[in-house]
T-cell receptor
Framework: GAGVSQSPSNKVTEKGKDVELRCDPI?????LYWYRQSLGQGLEFLIY????????KSGLPSDRFSAERTGGSVSTLTIQRTQQEDSAVYLC??????????FGSGTRLTVV | TQLLEQSPQFLSIQEGENLTVYCNSS?????LQWYRQEPGEGPVLLVT?????EVKKLKRLTFQFGDARKDSSLHITAAQPGDTGLYLC??????????FGTGTRLKVLA
């Protein structure tokens, strides 16, 4: 596609429920990144994909967080048993090899 | 752990004023980027600097990378309301991963 597409744009969920966030990167971009942004702050790195593999998962905050990427394209970030501290904007970016990031508009997750 | 500290955290100025935002670290970066983010949107890349001492200009915005490649500044001349947003610096040591700064929230009043 022309840009990075994320869905849903907003998600309100009850504490303890599981959520799935989707990222559709720019066509042909091999690298994909997930970041988390709390309340207008800087971005916190979560995970990096090159193709379908994730050589760097070091930013995932706990084992409740997981992500996968299929077909070298769409990625899904899953948060199990959500907690209130998971509330944030989850941003996805993609890039070509050594290229610049293009970010999506993010998913605003609110855990109530 | 690499950290990028930005200052000031918040800045509210009148249209037409000049301002400078700083991005500092104790780590050396191979390149550094500046982004602007508007509410409800993802960050948008403004510039990438890669050489120590490098200065890049983008219309009324001037970006400088420190000689030691540990710090950077963004100077805006004659700020306009359209410059309002969250400014983020991000640095990399040459890998795929960018570390983002704490952000500077700028508001330009008409």
């Amino acid at each position: 596609g022309a840009g990075v597409s994320q869905s849903p744009s907003n998600k309100v969920t009850e504490k303890g429920k599981d959520v799935e966030l989707r990222c559709d990167p720019i066509s042909g971009h091999t690298a994909l990144y997930w970041y988390r942004q709390s309340l207008g702050q800087g971005l916190e790195f979560l995970i990096y994909f090159q193709g379908n593999s994730a050589p760097d998962k070091s930013g995932l905050p706990s084992d409740r967080f997981s992500a996968e990427r299929t077909g070298g394209s769409v990625s899904t970030l899953t948060i199990q048993r959500t907690q209130q501290e998971d509330s944030a904007v989850y941003l996805c970016a993609s890039s070509s090899v050594r290229g610049s990031y293009t970010f999506g508009s993010g998913t605003r997750l609110t855990v109530v | 752990t690499q950290l990028l500290e930005q200052s000031p955290q918040f800045l509210s100025i009148q249209e037409g004023e000049n301002l400078t935002v700083y991005c500092n670290s104790s780590s050396v970066f191979s390149s550094l980027q500046w982004y602007r983010q508007e509410p409800g949107e993802g960050p948008v890349l403004l510039v990438t600097v890669v050489t120590g001492g490098e200065v890049k200009k983008l219309k009324r915005l001037t970006f400088q990378f420190g000689d030691a490649r540990k710090d950077s500044s963004l100077h805006i001349t004659a700020a306009q309301p359209g410059d309002t947003g969250l400014y983020l610096c991000a640095g990399t040591s040459g890998t795929y991963k960018y570390i983002f700064g704490t952000g500077t929230r700028l508001k330009v009043l008409a």
